[in-house]
């Protein structure tokens, strides 16, 4: 990823757990909307296990994918909240919260791998992530889906923050909040919606928090 990632892939900052990525150099992206586009709000993130039709419904239906896009951020969330508990897990592919992550995104995903990179180095430096006052790292909703094709979908989210980063012991060393955007690439696989890229993206578009977020 380059600069246009440089938001989401700042190491240390609230949007690692967003969107942490690699520091590699490669193309930009744009952050795409429609006057049309449907919003979804974000609630608990969605059990991994619930049951999906068969084939889920094509990206030129927003009304019916944007749920199911909801629900595949929601699980983005989870699964990167589990990781960053203990940052150090992301070396291992072969540990259930790493496959868990993987497994939201298309095979190979040069983002999921560079994220993993990131969370890795986190955890090399014994940095440590919880969630903050709001009981929740970050809660995402999508805001705007447009579609590429019946197969491919680009999406903004905005997320809400909250982030304690605690050293081996316990102890608090930084506090983070507030807002931040992204646009997303996903694409249907054997009939069933990924993530393919997340890009950093202007919060200009997003509900204001309110008092306290």
Known sequence: MNRRNLLLGAVGSIVVVLAACSGDDRGGGKTSSTPNSTTTSSTA???????????????????????ILQSLVDRYDKAVAAILADPRVAADSDH????????????????????????????ERGRFYRAGPRGQLTQSTVMAVTSSSANEVTFTICALNSIEIVDAAGTVI??????TAA???????????LLRDLTQAST????????GE
């Open 204 to 211: 200009t578009g997003c509900p204001r928090p309110g008092p």
């Open 45 to 67: 993130p969605s059990d991994s296990t619930s049951t999906t039709p068969a084939t889920e419904p094509p990206g030129t239906d927003r009304a019916a994918v944007t749920p």
């Open 174 to 179: 930084e506090a983070q909040g507030g807002q």
């Open 96 to 123: 259930e919260t790493v496959v868990s992550y993987l497994r939201l995104f298309t095979p190979g995903s040069a983002f999921a791998e560079g994220a993993l990179r990131s969370w890795t180095r986190e955890g």
């Open 183 to 193: 646009s997303v690439v996903a694409v249907r696989v054997d009939g069933t919606w």
